[in-house]
């Protein structure tokens, strides 16, 4: 069974990146709250990838420590 889980770019305020330019880069499942991303959690490269776009921009990649799953 494939686990996947919400990620998002976000500021060092803890505030989500208000884009699904990151998610859709890295051919992530754009989910209805703007921002935010649903990605399989072993997915590393597109882990990768989201990471860098986000840092990038100045942005984090989020949520840590939170597990947040989600549904493609």
């Known amino acids: 069974m494939d686990d996947f889980r ?3 770019c976000m500021t060092v305020d803890g505030d989500i990146a ?3 330019n990151f998610c859709k880069a890295v051919n ?3 989910l209805p709250s703007i921002g935010k991303c649903c ?3 072993s997915d590393f490269k597109t882990h990768q ?3 860098k776009g986000c840092a990038d921009n100045g942005l984090m990649l989020g949520p840590w420590p939170k597990v947040i799953p989600c549904d493609p």
């Open 28 to 30: 992530g499942a754009v």
């Open 39 to 41: 990605i399989r959690s």
């Open 49 to 51: 990838a989201l990471s």
């Open 18 to 20: 208000p884009s699904d």
């Open 6 to 8: 919400t990620y998002y």
